[in-house]
């Protein structure tokens, strides 16, 4: 079952990160409730902030050129180097990013942690334009980002949940999709090896515990997921925003003080998790309108 242990377990000695494969059963909808639909909302523009996509700073004003010296300049030198995000306009990121289908996207290995300022405004947006969940202090992915994993995870999201729908391609796929892909294909590893770990009612194997170390990291404020550029994107990050918060709850408890509360838990943070990935599912599909108002109703 867990065919990437090796993987994460290379990944999360370089990052410090105990990053984990994990979660639960394909595009089931849990709960009774549907996600809120953004098919009426406006294209999510790459400057506006997405839930666990984006962060707003307020801009530094600078001094004046009488006031500047050597040691200022040595603390303005020191106070870019501890920002956050390499600064970029939104054009520029356009003109050099800019796929035929529209989407930014950054490589990982090229700062994907943007600064984007606002017009007329000292705000910036600070924002992930990879297809990643990324550390957004380092710029670094938070789990394992071969090819090997999106060859496993992208076909399960796809034509293993429901295989008589056709399907976007990879390259056709947001950031925030893509994202999703690899990160809910390891949260389901994590959720199975938890599950396993209460039937057994042993939680001390390193997979179990380096599952809760995955949920601790989503979990953090400085993870990162990609900023929305499609109005999906927006409902797609919502889901993931509840999903990572229950796991990252469920990570903070002791199973062996309260299994019952624990157990408790699990429930919560699986069918948050599946809920997320049945919308991964029909967002992937080339019909995703059709199916949407089949399985969530119309607005």
Request: charged share 25%.
């Amino acid at each position: 079952m867990m065919k990437w242990n090796d993987t994460i377990k290379t990944f999360t000695v370089m990052f410090s990160l105990a990053a984990m494969l994990t979660a639960c059963g394909g595009g089931v909808k849990e709960t009774s409730s549907s996600p809120e639909s953004a098919s009426g909302t406006e294209a999510a523009s790459s400057e506006t902030n997405s839930s666990n996509a984006a962060v707003t700073e307020t801009a530094a004003t600078g001094s004046t050129a009488g006031e500047e010296t050597g040691s200022a300049a040595k603390e303005s030198s020191s106070a870019e180097e501890g920002k956050i995000g390499k600064d970029s306009t939104l054009e520029e990121l356009k003109q050099d990013y800019a796929d035929q289908l529209g989407y930014i996207r950054i490589p990982l290995n090229d700062h994907p942690v943007r600064r984007v300022s606002e017009n007329d405004s000292k705000n910036i947006n600070v924002a992930n334009y990879s297809d990643a969940v990324v550390d957004m202090n380092a710029g670094v992915p938070i789990h394992s980002d071969s090819q090997r994993l999106i060859d496993d995870a992208f076909p399960y999201f796809t034509t293993v949940q429901a295989p008589d729908e056709s399907y976007v391609t990879w390259e056709e796929a947001t950031n925030l999709e893509r994202a999703m892909v690899k990160t809910l294909f390891i949260a389901r590893e994590g959720l199975l090896i938890t599950d396993d770990a209460m039937k057994n009612k042993d939680y001390s194997s390193t997979s179990f515990q380096d599952s809760m170390d995955f949920f601790r990291v989503t979990a953090k404020f400085e993870s990162m997921a990609p900023v929305a550029q499609h109005p999906r994107d927006i409902t797609l990050s919502t889901l993931y925003d509840k999903a990572r918060t229950s796991w990252g709850k469920l990570a903070e408890m002791d199973p062996k003080q309260d299994e019952a509360a624990f157990a408790e838990m699990y429930k919560t943070a699986r069918a948050d998790a599946n809920n997320a990935m049945g919308l991964l599912n029909v967002l992937l599909s080339t019909n995703e309108e059709e199916r949407i108002e089949e399985i969530y109703g119309k607005e």
